[in-house]
């Protein structure tokens, strides 16, 4: 497969999509239930109107911006990006891929001539597509990055990943991993507490909330010999926008983000 063919050769069909006038619990449960992270957001005509993350819900939920109102009536369309950057299916795999390192995007719907969705093309097909040239985890690895301790409030585990733009959060004592901090848990939590009628003082309560009480136990972690071509696999498994990088001992070495793989292979093809 080469960078000049079209997008419709690695793109995802059909579209996950929700109605813009939905309520933002039901966009978050269609989420978690298919394992993605994000939705295409259509109008009652299903034309393509925008574009809703995990990451849109954690900003929106752990902030003020809709204090006196019930997560339960907070619709997409107030949470939504928009308007979405699209493709056509005979856009080439280059452009997509462009468009996704310029913009930081994870993915991009794909519409016909009538913005309607046909399906979305996003790192994860990307890079199960079109390998890099023999690597190992080493080479793409972050050795600096963002961590959090299981004492650590959710709260701050959201202010570092929304100034850092990191999009897992390790938890470490000492050096040691435990596991991580996702944008879904963290969007699940903050939601869960907007919704709970007898907590009189959500701000006072969420603060109480420690990373201890959201991290996941990561199945899926990397080695730093490990080749890129077997890291891919495991980022197909876990669904996961980066993955941990041990050492034999469970020392936290680093972190591989998906897109790192996706800018080296854009480098490789354009």
Not at 48 to 55: I, P
Not at 156 to 171: Q, Y
Request: proline content about 6%; overall charge neutral; some cysteine.
């Amino acid at each position: 497969m080469r960078g000049e063919d079209p997008v419709e050769t690695v793109m995802t069909s059909p579209a996950i999509c929700v109605v813009k006038d939905r309520p933002i619990g039901e966009a978050l449960e269609i989420m978690d239930n298919r394992r993605i992270a994000h939705l295409v957001i259509t109008n009652d005509e299903g034309k393509v109107v925008g574009v809703l993350s995990t990451w849109d819900l954690m900003d929106v939920l752990g902030s003020s911006r809709f204090k006196n109102t019930p997560a339960t009536r907070i619709h997409v369309s107030a949470v939504m990006s928009e308007p979405p950057v699209v493709v056509n299916r005979k856009d080439s795999i280059t452009n997509a891929m462009k468009l996704m390192i310029e913009n930081d995007f994870s993915f991009l719907p794909v519409v016909d001539e009538e913005r309607l969705p046909i399906g979305v093309v996003s790192e994860t097909d990307m890079v199960r597509n079109l390998k890099p040239r023999l690597m190992f985890v080493k080479d793409l690895m972050k050795t600096t990055y963002p961590k959090v301790m299981p004492i650590s409030r959710i709260v701050h585990a959201r202010s570092i990943m929304l100034k850092t733009g990191a999009r897992i959060l390790p938890v470490v004592e000492g050096n040691n991993f435990l596991g991580v901090v996702t944008e879904r848990a963290l969007a699940w939590a903050f939601y869960r507490v907007r919704t709970e009628r007898e907590i009189v003082h959500q701000d006072t309560f969420v603060r109480r909330i420690l990373v201890d009480d959201v991290m996941n136990e990561l199945l899926q972690v990397l080695s730093p010999d490990e080749r890129i071509g077997s890291a891919i696999s495991k980022f197909i498994e876990a669904r996961e926008p980066a993955l941990p990088v041990l050492s034999e001992k469970r020392e936290l070495l680093g972190v591989l983000e998906r897109k790192s793989i996706l800018i080296r292979i854009y480098k490789e093809i354009s």
